[in-house]
């Protein structure tokens, strides 16, 4: 019995039902029809359903999420590469179609339908993108094949001379593999060297030849278990300039990449950063950086491998044996880099031995450079390695028991992982949190506007932000800790794209003594001391160090009933949270800053200088603008030299000052003096009322 042709799957996205029924009439024949009735479910089934889907039928205007919403998402996954998409609307304005096609959509279709013309563009797409699919799979195959072949060739080659010298099958993968780490995290440092993904591949294969020209040495003294003789370890130093010269007399390929950085580390990979190498005592970069990275891979691997003349160091001791400079001088950012990824060195060369991953890694290089360059898709092995990696990616995630989320700001979706979902009795995709039902149960308006404007108060630098607050899991609130970092552009000037997180169910008794007392000490609002706290710690300071000059500044926003009345109380906490960062970062590390109440904040500080241009340097670093809102401040300052250290006579006469200033206008600041005394009895109920 002869099985049925399986039938390619479309997926028809408009929240018409007559408009999918129209479609699905004309198109099932010859298609599997899936629906989706607004923009979430089309991303939805997009994601579930993957490379089994042949088409999308994407309408414009949809509720929730509209169809250039589902592109950009498209976009942003880079399913639009594999997955062909034709617009549906009745709108045809130019505008409308160089969007879409900007988008990548492939082909726009205009309603009211003409079923041959939907059939016959359908089909021919589903066509173009398969032949084209085919191809790419067939040259992808072949890079593979080619990159695989070279790849055995060298092998070969270096493992002649490995048999000679007697050292270790693994040294050349090992040394290729130092290379191509400390290559990615030198890239990801500078952009010094100029170094590509492409370079990465070419060094790396390189490497493999560093030590070609030990094949002209004397196998006596390659493989003497001893010290060398002076005459001996001349003539072994001879093997980097014959590498060189072997590479720089072959007749032909003297133009190739591979041959002219294969020369560059042949020759140079024992120079040395302080000129103490050999065999042109180079110094600096004048070294290539092909060859200063090679030098490093060989010596660490050298010293981790067991060799004819010594045993094996642990890999701890080789780092430091490094670090100390023990093997000789290198590139300072080259040993910052070696640092950073120490930890990883054992787990990657020890998983290499597993897996061949020299192979893995090049196909990998060469993809990165081909997405790159936007000259071909994935083939067929790359989208089932991308899908394994998401498969691990949730298995994971799904093992770590923690709730982990994604959030992209436009279109605004939250995606949570499957095990997070069903944690938290939702949906894995939320469009629009803030107006969602689910979002409102589980966390509260209140707390997703607080997060929401921490995220987008960081900055690329800085752009981790914690938020603490019950949350519902599964009708029982518990005290959460929310962990998120910020997603920005890499493009200037730098945009805030949305943010990847956890929440972490705080269980753990002395986290949840930490959380506790965060919240019994700071300001929920601001993440300042509270003033309660402040002043406990003010006190202690005085009492515990009574000489010191102290001065305790009290100031408040100018206006700030305006903020909120014009553009609401969310749009005025965000007001305060910007001034609390603001003043955050213009106070010193002793310096004490807390919020007293309302819009009402204090700075306690010791002082051994001038005070005024300290107070100056606060005072003006408060001002500015945040968003449509002009930010001024009104502050107090008192001394404790002039008015003693009981905190609640600086705090009153600090407060004294401060009304002065009001008084007087508003938007500078005053120190305390003795004409102030009976200031705040005098002081009128409309003058209170006024900010």
Not at 44 to 73: C, H, N, Q, R, T
Not at 145 to 161: A, F, P, T
Not at 558 to 571: E, P, Q, R, S, V
Not at 625 to 640: L, N, P
Request: net charge negative.
């Amino acid at each position: 019995m002869v099985e049925a042709k399986r039938k390619q799957k479309i997926l028809i996205a408009d929240d018409s039902e007559m408009n999918r029924s129209i479609l699905a009439d004309m198109l099932e024949d010859e298609y599997e029809i899936m629906e989706a009735e607004n923009g979430v479910q089309a991303v939805a089934a997009i994601e579930k359903y993957g490379v089994d889907l042949s088409l999308v039928l994407l309408d414009i205007v949809m509720p929730e999420m509209d169809g250039f919403g589902v592109l950009m998402v498209m976009n942003e996954h880079n399913w639009i590469e594999d997955l062909p998409v034709i617009m549906i609307s009745a709108e045809n304005s130019p505008a409308y179609i160089d969007r879409a096609y900007e988008m990548g959509a492939t082909d726009f279709i205009v309603r009211p339908f003409n079923e041959m013309v939907v059939r016959r563009r359908a089909v021919n797409t589903i066509l173009l993108y398969a032949k084209q699919k085919k191809l790419m799979g067939m040259v992808a195959d072949q890079i593979y094949e080619n990159e695989k072949r070279s790849n055995m060739m060298i092998d070969i080659l270096s493992h002649i001379v490995e048999f000679r010298n007697g050292e270790s099958g693994w040294h050349v993968r090992h040394v290729h593999t130092l290379t191509e780490l400390l290559l990615e995290h030198l890239i990801e440092k500078t952009d010094r060297y100029g170094v590509s993904q492409a370079d990465i591949s070419t060094i790396s294969m390189a490497s493999a030849l560093h030590d070609i020209g030990k094949i002209a040495i004397d196998e006596k003294i390659l493989n003497k278990p001893g010290r060398f003789t002076d005459e001996e370890f001349e003539i072994m130093k001879t093997h980097s300039a014959i590498g060189g010269d072997l590479l720089r007399d072959l007749p032909l390929y003297q133009d190739e990449p591979l041959v002219k950085c294969a020369f560059e580390i042949c020759r140079w990979h024992h120079e040395r950063y302080d000129g103490r190498g050999y065999p042109d005592g180079l110094k600096g970069d004048e070294i290539p950086i092909s060859a200063q990275i090679v030098a490093l891979a060989d010596v660490y691997d050298a010293l981790t491998s067991e060799r004819c003349y010594k045993k094996a160091f642990s890999h701890e001791v080789a780092v430091q044996m490094i670090l100390d400079g023990k093997c000789g001088s290198f590139n300072p950012l080259l040993m910052e880099c070696l640092t950073d990824i120490a930890d990883q060195l054992p787990l990657e060369l020890s998983q290499e031995e597993i897996l061949d991953e020299n192979n893995r890694r090049s196909l990998h290089n060469v993809a990165q450079e081909m997405l790159h360059h936007a000259e071909l898709t994935a083939s067929e092995r790359t989208l089932q390695l991308l899908e394994k990696e998401r498969e691990k990616y949730s298995f994971f995630a799904t093992m770590s028991k923690e709730i982990q989320f994604e959030y992209n700001a436009s279109p605004s979706i939250l995606t949570l992982t499957p095990w997070s979902a069903k944690k938290l009795s939702a949906n894995e995709i939320i469009a629009e949190p803030r107006k969602s039902d689910s979002v409102k149960n589980i966390l509260g308006v209140e707390n997703w506007e607080a997060l929401s404007a921490k995220l987008r108060g960081t900055t690329r630098e800085n752009p981790v932000v914690t938020h603490d607050c019950k949350i519902d899991f599964q009708g029982e609130h518990r005290w959460s800790r929310i962990v998120a970092h910020a997603m920005w552009t890499l493009e200037e000037p730098h945009e805030y794209q949305g943010a990847i997180g956890k929440v972490i169910d705080i269980h753990d008794t002395r986290l949840k003594l930490d959380v506790l007392e965060q919240l019994a000490t700071h300001d929920r609002m601001t993440g300042l001391l509270n003033h309660a706290s402040a002043k406990e710690q003010i006190v202690g300071r005085m009492a515990q160090k009574p000489d010191g000059a102290y001065a305790l500044a009290i100031f408040d926003l100018d206006h700030f009933k305006m903020a909120n009345d014009t553009y609401g109380h969310i749009f005025g906490d965000q007001v305060l949270q910007h001034t609390a960062e603001k003043l955050r970062q213009s106070i010193r590390g002793a310096d004490i800053a807390a919020r007293v109440g309302g819009d009402e904040f204090l700075v306690f500080l010791e002082y051994t200088e001038d005070l005024e241009p300290i107070i100056e340097r606060i005072f003006h670093a408060l001002t500015g603008r945040f968003e449509e809102f002009d930010i001024s401040v009104s502050m107090g300052v008192a001394r404790a030299d002039l008015v003693g250290t009981d905190y609640e006579t600086l705090f009153h006469c600090a407060d004294q000052a401060l009304y002065t200033v009001k008084r007087a206008g508003r938007g500078h600041y005053r120190f305390y003096d003795d004409s102030m005394d009976k200031m705040l009895s005098v002081i009128s109920p409309i003058d209170e009322g006024e900010n």
